[in-house]
């Protein structure tokens, strides 16, 4: 007995050993780096980009080279994996299906969404704060957004955007028109179909430099934040994890929002109408 004994420790000890040797082949499940090397090893960072957007996307229509504040930070991003970086165009509605269907690795200044949030990973660190405001016809500025919730208000907002969210929202008896972009919505207020227009209030005040209206930023203020996201997948930790670092340090170094403000003073664009220790 004693020795069947022995010879059941040595045949567990050498099963151990034989464990231990066996080469372990991690899984993506496993391996937290799995989507950064996936990135790595393709060469390029597949970026989502969008007409009508400017200052953040902007493109050149002789070359069709892209630009804009949204591009730099991407571009950062990918010099720093070593990369180069695929524009994709597309719009904010269609961000979710992109990632889906693995049309782009990140996208940049988007707002947390719980809907998105099923297929999507936000970073929780935002890059910079924005505002909920409106545009609304010349001489027509609205104080709350209560004076917009009235069913004789027609409110435009883009499809599938936090912008649409906010407006069915805050504003549900005024009949809201939600339209493929922003060059749609100004249409909308520009042909008198619209009593105000949703958008964030960066993008609202270079639109101003358009003479298209005027900005509100109503009461209460809805402060908004714009943070990064990627595709849930199994191995993506190491990468929202060196994403969420590159946040940190943009904005504890004030690296982004001095970025942020060349930007939009280069677009003449007027910040005065923020408020009094407004942070972004």
Known sequence: MKSLTLKSLAALVALCFAIIATPQIASAEDDPSAVLNQIRSSGVLKIPVMTGEEPGYIKDKNTGAWSGFYVEFLTEIADALGVKIEPVETTWGNLAADFQSGKIDIAIGVNPNPKRGLV??????????????????????????????????????????????VAEALLPK?????????????????????DAVVFSIFDAL??????????????????????????RKPGN?????????????????????GKLMRSWEARGINMSILPAGFSF
Do not use: C, H
């Not at 405001?133 to 499809?159: F, I, R």
């Not at 358009?210 to 509100?216: A, K, Y």
């Open 206 to 231: 270079q639109i101003t430099e358009q003479g298209l209206g005027d900005v509100s930023l109503p009461e209460p203020i809805l402060r908004n934040p714009a943070t990064l996201a990627v595709a």
């Open 120 to 165: 999507v990973d936000y970073l929780w660190e935002p890059l910079f704060t924005d505002a909920w405001a409106v545009l609304t016809p010349k001489g027509k500025p609205v104080k709350t957004w209560a004076e917009l919730n009235d069913p004789a208000k027609k409110v435009v907002a883009q499809k599938g955007s936090t912008m649409q969210v």
């Open 174 to 194: 005024a009949t809201i028109t939600p339209v493929e972009d922003r060059n749609l919505a100004l249409l909308e207020l520009q042909a008198g179909r619209a």
């Open 237 to 257: 930790a190491g990468y929202i994890n060196f994403l969420t670092n590159w946040v940190l340090q943009q904005r504890s170094l004030g690296l982004a929002q």
